[in-house]
């Protein structure tokens, strides 16, 4: 039944996280959501699927998934403990986990330092740029790394370029196409090519928790468990990701972990399937 009663249309809202019309971080999650609830219609009946029409802060979209009657009702983020409490998580990463491998986006004049680390005592030396109240913030820093904050998505590549911070770790798939969209706007960045951050770090669909929010994660689960099974997720993912991950020379890189201290006992890191691959590329 949708989540809105019998014969009811279920619409799903997500967050407008930028104006930025080169921001494609998020196209592939919403591609797994639509293909999720298209699995399901026979099942659970029609959806209607937008984005929300403000751009939204983290705290902004945080208070709006909270508040019954919001502006949006699905949110997609890498968890935390305190995202599972407040909101009813899906416990399928969405991106198989890639998320949490990371190579860095840097200043082209810097790669022979980068070169040059080994351990994570020598990535110490350097300081990472990160988004405000980001989930990897803790995760850096428990590690004993320095992280600098910034305000906005955007302006994170200027405080690259400005020297601000060292390094902004980004994920396999982001930072060979945030290098092509940006290159000409800041010349000077480059992709660190030796260099493999990794640490646990499911990315999943978050619902309200009321009534809806407890429908449409049965619906979204059951889409992405048919996609899992069928392999259709899979397809999804090597459409979007395949080519970074081949460009990334993943098997070339020297990999450097961490520990994520903030992920759940729930997290469902028993089930191989689910879980990305770096010796493989699937």
């Known amino acids: 039944m949708p989540a809105g009663g ?14 930025d019309d080169i921001d494609s971080r998020y196209d592939y999650d919403w591609a797994v959501l639509r293909a999720a609830l298209e699995k399901t219609v026979p099942r659970f009946g029609p959806f209607e699927i937008k984005q929300s029409a403000h751009v939204m802060s983290w705290q902004r979209i945080a208070q709006e998934l909270a508040r019954s009657g919001g502006g949006i009702n699905i949110l997609a983020r890498a968890t935390s403990p305190e995202l599972e409490k407040q909101f009813i998580p899906i ?32 990535l110490r030396k350097f300081r990472a740029g990160q988004g405000k109240d980001w989930i990897d913030v803790p995760i850096l820093r428990g590690g004993g790394l320095t992280v600098v904050e910034g305000g906005t998505y955007r302006g994170l590549f200027a405080m690259l370029d400005a020297g601000r911070f060292d390094f902004f770790s980004r994920g396999i798939d982001e930072a060979g196409r945030e290098y092509q969209e940006r290159r000409a706007a800041y010349p000077n960045m480059a992709v ?13 669909f978050f619902l309200r928790r009321d009534a809806e929010g407890k429908l449409l994660a049965q619906r979204i689960e059951a889409g992405m468990e048919m996609m899992i099974k069928d392999g259709s997720l899979n397809v999804l993912f090597q459409k979007y990701k395949g080519e970074s991950i081949k460009s990334g020379a993943l098997q070339k890189r020297r990999v450097i972990h961490l520990d994520n201290p903030h992920i759940t006992p729930e997290t469902p890191l028993s089930r191989g ?3 990305f691959n770096p010796a493989t590329g699937k």
Do not use: C, H, K, N
């Open 6 to 19: 019998a014969g009811a249309t279920d619409r799903l809202v997500y967050p407008l996280t930028s104006l």
């Open 273 to 275: 399937e689910l879980w």
């Open 192 to 204: 660190e090519p030796t260099l493999l951050l990794q640490y646990p770090l499911p990315l999943y």
């Open 91 to 122: 416990r399928l990463p969405i991106d198989r986990g890639l998320l949490g491998y990371r190579m860095f986006l840097v200043r082209e004049a810097d790669l022979p330092r980068f070169a040059a680390v080994r351990t994570l005592e020598d």
